[in-house]
């Protein structure tokens, strides 16, 4: 008889310990300030979207659930994604831009008074939106296009306020080169104040299909050329930084950058493939469509070759976790994307649940990610707080499992109501075939929910510590 | 001139800027309005009334669009809602005031069936309203909401009011379902829903 091995008594824990976040960065208590209560409104904001997107979800299985007007589908669907869109994601990257510009620029924000104001707006705005969405007042039913204009005139003018404060900052800054994160960080804000600008203009937009071709352009940019650089220019300081190593190749990055601005830009009509807006810009769209696998794929190399020899720092860290997922998602949902443009592969997919599983996996697996690989790669540094390495590793977790179910549940479900179709069925059978994926949906949905609980609890945990000085004047007494 | 992107901040945000901007005129602004002044209405094809017009908005207001479309592609699978959409079937639909933009009704989800041609479909009023104030009165299988909100129960209806005969399991416990004016906007407007024919019709 042998004994047991030595490997197997050894006690095991359930969790591996991970690495500490580090020395607390020196930095001023303003700026901690400010981009502490940015987070924490993007967690409240993140709290409220996702518990509207839940409820809808089961209002799918359950359609009867209420008969409340301001409760219904059809009000509460854009209260859920503008709000996960403005309130959540746009005011965590705007947390995170504050701290990243200034750094690469070596010098202070330009003027923390107006990193306050554009928070208000932000706020302002995405809740006033919310209560006009829930009493019926849309701006005409164009997606992510509900606000109506004097609501979306206070998150442009937060964005104005940002850009101006952000671009002070590069201009005035410390060295000569403007780092890569710069150029897609404001790049964001640019491309996006002409977006919304554009899009709310009146003129050449009044009658019938006109607004049609400007919603292509405005709700596929709006994805594109606001979280997508966003969130790349993000990843382009927080990747490096974290791994403590130079990002692959700097020219990579300006590549997709460029080519990101050019083919993007084209390829919004591919939402409107087979419609009748003219054919040759949903041609135009498909063929830039293909084009967008050199930006993706020049930006995902360039990340995975940075990982590359680091997978145990990865391991070992509770935020490079979610910049792995975040860009392994990238690459997924842009390629996907490009596939659904293809008009073989669109008669199938188009109007079907594939499309909300698309823009989960993009909207969440790939920008909350990021999103929060930086969130828990900078705050604790900033607060001098740590959130327990325990609900970080549950938050992961659940978001992931859910977020996977989530879309499978829907690739599969709106594969099979797309063939449905195609076979001449009843229409209803497209519906009722649809039940066990929407309660898979359903429960894939909780568990992203039950994950953001876990991350408000993380960031009040994270709160700012008392600033050094106080601790050791406590020590002292 | 140096093209030094990364260290001229001014020539780096302004190509992103003025780029950006060309690049949006060429890909939406300039074809919008090409689509814009190109697109008329068939000329045998009627204007949409008063009442259809405030349907529309009841229409957007309730957020129908997401879960409607109102287009037929030119692919066999849409055979069954209709022929082929053209520009000409939205050219009567414009920006209902200084507040809102042109509504939106080609819609991008299928949740439930297109309604191009719903009032050839379902050309009574009655299936509609019963439609409306519960789905499942009509339509065992349907998850649409339904929309109690656009009607009321009275006790005693005055005599020539439209009450909707509604069966008994999904009827209120007392009195009669009658329409609002909201409700009968959008009965109007989706009865108008029919795909006008691409040749005139013929006058006799």
New interface residues.
Partial sequence: MTEPSSLLTVPRPLTVKKAKAGERIDTSEDSTRLIYWYIACSAFWLFFGTLIGEYLGL??AW??LD???WL????L??VHTNVVFWGFASTAMIALALYVVPRTSQRELYSYKLGWVSLGLINISVFAGSICLMA????????Y?EF???VMALFAAALVITVYNL?KT??L?KL???YISN?YI??AF??TI??VT?A?L?????????????????MHQGVG?WFTPMVLGLTYYFLPKLLNKPIYSYSLG?LAFWTQ??FY??I??H??V?????WW?QT?AIVFSVGMFVPVTAGTANFLLTMKGSWRTIARSYSLPFILVGVLFYATVSYQGTLEAFRSLN?VWH???Y??AHSHMSMYGFVSFLIWGGIYGLIPRLTGSEPPQLSVGIHFWLALIGVLLYSFALMIGGTL?GLS??G?NA??D???LMAPYWVWRAAGGTLMFISHLVFAWNVWKMRPAKQPETKTQAVAA | MKLDFHKNHKLLYGTIFWGFLFLSLIIAVLPALWVQDATKPLEWDEPMTELERRGLEVYISEGCVYCHTQQVRPIKMDEVWGRPSIPADYAYIDRPGIWRQTPAVLGSSRTGPDLSNVGTRQPSAIWQYMHLYNPRSVVEESIMPSFPWLFKVVENPAPGTKVIPIPEDYAPESGKVIPTERAKALVAYLLSLKQAPLAPPSQN
């Avoid at chain 1, 219904?72 to 009000?75: M, N, P």
């Avoid at chain 1, 009146?202 to 405005?218: H, N, W």
């Avoid at chain 1, 087979?274 to 003219?278: C, Q, T």
């Fill in positions: 209002k799918f359609p009867e008969s409340q007007s219904s589908f059809g009000r669907r854009p019926g007042i849309n701006n005409g039913g164009q997606e296009r109506i204009w004097p671009y590069v201009a800054r000569k080169e403007i150029w404001l790049a640019f491309w002409i977006l554009l709310y009146p003129g050449y937009q009044q009658d019938g299909l006109s607004q049609t071709v400007v919603q292509g352009y405005y050329q300006v601005m050019i830009t084209m919004g009509a939402h409107f087979f419609s009748p807006i003219p810009i135009v008669k109007f079907t649940n499309t909300i109501q179709w195609m001449d229409f209803i497209s519906v009722t």
